[in-house]
């Protein structure tokens, strides 16, 4: 099912007309060094987060937006019946950190991160980009009618990564990303709150428009009795004029990252999979 997938995503961009591109715009290395070298154009490669980062003043805004599993077809019409929404803002603080807040439908979850440049890819000189992640989440949907003994710091959640990306060429760049997450709340007493993740990412640029992406988290201490899933997502990156475009296919419903990375429920072999897209604007 992947190989036929990722066929469709190598055939359908073609069939799309671009409009006036923003490669000027998304293209910005926010380093004023003109030896950086920038891996990634979108601040995620789907739903992991990318090293990219917005330039100093620049303000992003996201929707994103993510359907339903399609496996139960014309029942809710392949998941259009059950869409949620993630509004993102994201803002340049300096050249070497960005902040963020958003809010999203899975969990009625608020999220606040910050991401800041380590080490830099250099033309001449260090080979890798690497940058920190840190990230806050406020699971708003957990209710004492359902949990007496509820306190506000159990709908909370940490998320701490490393992203390190390499860019080899024009057209290819690739991601790992060691993750430590802790969930103050998981229902199930068998999962360890600390919870330890590899994310795995790349993007392959086909066209000056377009791109392929794919990412995908290995979690490395879910419990055995667990029936979470492993985040697995690919998807492309279309540039048109005023907006970026990102459509992807996931079997992750939640956007923030201690949703995908220890609630994705879905599974590519049942159909659990989910379309979505984001919309990016840069002011």
């Not at 926010?30 to 990219?52: G, P, W």
């Not at 917005?54 to 937006?65: C, E, L, P, Q, R």
């Not at 000189?125 to 992640?133: A, D, M, Q």
């Amino acid at each position: 099912m992947i190989k036929k997938i990722t066929f469709l995503f190598f055939v359908f961009p073609f069939l799309m007309v671009a409009q006036d591109d923003l490669l000027n715009e998304i293209d910005t290395i926010s380093d004023v060094n003109e030896s950086e070298v920038a891996a990634f154009k979108s601040l995620k490669i789907v739903n992991l987060e990318s090293t990219k980062l917005a330039a100093k003043g620049d303000m992003y805004f996201v929707v994103a937006h993510r359907f339903g599993y399609l496996d139960k077809g014309f029942e809710d019409f392949f998941g259009l019946d059950e869409a949620n929404t993630r509004l993102q803002f994201v803002y340049g603080l300096t050249n070497g950190v960005t902040i963020h807040a958003s809010r999203s439908g899975f969990q009625k979850t608020y999220e606040f991160a910050t991401k800041y440049r380590i080490f830099g890819q250099k033309k001449q000189g260090f080979p890798f980009e690497i940058v920190g992640f840190n990230s806050l989440a406020i699971n708003t949907e957990l209710e004492k009618t359902t949990l007496p003994k509820l306190e506000f710091s159990d709908r909370l959640a940490y998320v701490n990564q490393i992203l390190i990306s390499r860019k080899f060429n024009d057209n290819l760049s690739l991601e790992i990303a060691p993750t430590h997450f802790h969930q103050n709340y998981v229902a199930n007493n068998s999962q360890d709150n600390s919870q330890f993740a590899v994310g795995l990412g790349g993007r392959y640029k086909f066209t000056k428009r377009w791109s392929f992406n794919l990412d995908y988290a290995a979690h490395l201490n879910r419990a055995s009795n667990s029936t979470f899933k492993n985040p697995l997502s690919i998807g492309f990156d279309l540039e048109t004029g005023g907006h970026v475009f990102q459509m992807h296919f996931t079997n992750s419903q939640a956007m923030h990252e201690s949703g995908y990375l220890g609630n994705t429920s879905g599974s590519w072999n049942d159909g659990k999979i989910a379309f979505g897209f984001n919309l990016i604007r840069v002011f």
